[in-house]
């Protein structure tokens, strides 16, 4: 409706101009102003109706509320008789086969046109339709017969306005497919953005801009994979007694700091936070996009979330606080578990388990980050300097895993 409104007021400029550019031309025809005034009269009230019809629908739709069917309609049939209405008024003054032959004719393909931008095959066939129907019933009427101002030519002949007419039916044909196939590809774009957002609300704030770009290339199913992974547990160290007597409130704002923190280091690091779990989270790095340096992202990961939280603390945020980082590397199985109702991105595997046990021992050795020796042979050159505690036997594991504490 828009475009529409925009389209008649640049015919009323154009006709405007043409007129007083070539006056004694039109005077050939016209005889007097007073048909051109009455056409552009007829033009400033369609633009009037345009925009108005516009402004209802806008408001319909801002509400919520659907536009009626047969509102479409009836507007439709309004904007694709205004051409009809045009060559009533103006063959009043001029000879109608002048009229019929003239740009109001033409203006029937302008509504047929638009008519696409409805997105629906059905009105763009009733536009075609209307005009076919209305240009061939004013052509006989003008045109038709022995006593019409045609008579003895070939416009009064019914093969020649009729085949106009069967061409306005086929352009609102023609331009039902081209509306069909808009939608389609509409409805294509719009499936896709949705299934954008699919994939973002699955992982949420857990995962970095990075990995979601690589995500959505890779389509819309995450299969589950092998792979080698770096997994990293952290626990808030005597959680319990610090939120004892704290309400529920101050609990929530208290994880949100951590919590919010934490999100923000792993995603720089490129990994990704899988659940929280109350006092403490895990995190992967390696899945569900590997790189070359996962291990050692994860180191640099826990020893950012160290400094990161001793800022918090010093600075008042939170309450004084220690934590609690456990890494272990290995192969692992990741990838969508659950059922179509419910899917949530998952690793499996003994590495899992085993990290979590490691992030345990930092209760007995009083550190803040334990790492096995397989994180720390994967990260090469990107390890920090590190203590040895030795072989340590864990629970889940029968032969002892080597351990080295970072902080």
Request: aromatic fraction near 10%; proline fraction near 4%; charge should be neutral.
């Amino acid at each position: 409706m828009a475009i529409l409104a925009g389209v008649l007021g640049v015919l009323i400029v154009f006709f405007g101009l043409m007129y007083a550019l070539f006056r004694d031309d039109y005077q050939q025809i016209f005889t007097t102003p007073r048909a051109f005034n009455q056409a552009g009269s007829i033009y400033a009230l369609l633009l009037c109706y345009e925009l108005g019809i516009r402004h209802l629908i806008g408001r319909w739709l801002l509400e919520g509320r659907a536009v009626p069917s047969a509102l479409r309609y009836l507007n439709a049939f309004v904007e694709t008789s205004v051409p009809s209405v045009l060559i009533v008024v103006v063959a009043r003054e001029v000879d109608p086969v002048y009229v019929l032959q003239s740009a109001a004719s033409v203006l029937y393909g302008v509504f047929i046109v638009l008519s696409t931008l409805r997105l629906d095959f059905r009105l763009c066939v009733f536009t075609g339709l209307v005009a076919a129907a209305e240009y061939v019933a004013l052509s006989f009427a003008y045109l038709g017969g022995s006593d019409g101002s045609a008579a003895g030519t070939p416009f009064a002949l019914a093969p020649y306005y009729m085949g106009k007419g069967a061409m306005l039916l086929l352009a609102g044909l023609a331009a039902g497919f081209v509306a069909h196939q808009l939608k389609r590809r509409v409805g294509n774009a719009y499936r896709t953005l949705q299934e954008r957002q699919r994939i973002v609300s699955s992982f949420g704030q857990q995962v970095s801009p990075a990995i979601v770009e690589h995500l959505l290339k890779a389509g819309p199913e995450i299969a589950s994979a092998r792979s080698f992974v770096c997994i990293m547990f952290m626990d808030i160290r005597n959680f319990t007694p610090l939120v004892e007597k704290k309400a529920p409130e101050e609990i929530v704002a208290f994880q949100n700091v951590v919590f919010g923190e934490a999100v923000d280091v792993v995603n720089r690091n490129h990994g990704i936070i899988n659940q929280f779990l109350g006092d403490g989270f895990m995190a992967t790095f390696g899945a569900p996009v590997a790189t070359a340096r996962d291990c050692g992202n994860a180191l640099a990961a826990a020893h950012e979330l160290v400094a990161g939280i001793r800022r918090l603390s010093e600075t008042g945020k939170i309450p004084p606080i220690t934590i609690g980082i456990g890494l272990h590397a290995g192969e692992a199985i990741s990838g969508n578990i659950g059922s179509a109702l419910r899917r949530q991105y998952s690793i499996t595997g003994n590495v899992v388990i085993l990290a979590s046990r490691i992030e345990q021992l930092n209760k007995d050795y009083g550190s803040q980050i334990l790492a096995s020796g397989e994180v720390l042979a994967a990260a090469g050159e990107q390890a920090r300097s590190h203590e040895p505690l030795g072989a340590v036997n864990v629970k889940g594991r029968e032969e002892p895993i080597e351990i080295y504490r970072l902080a």
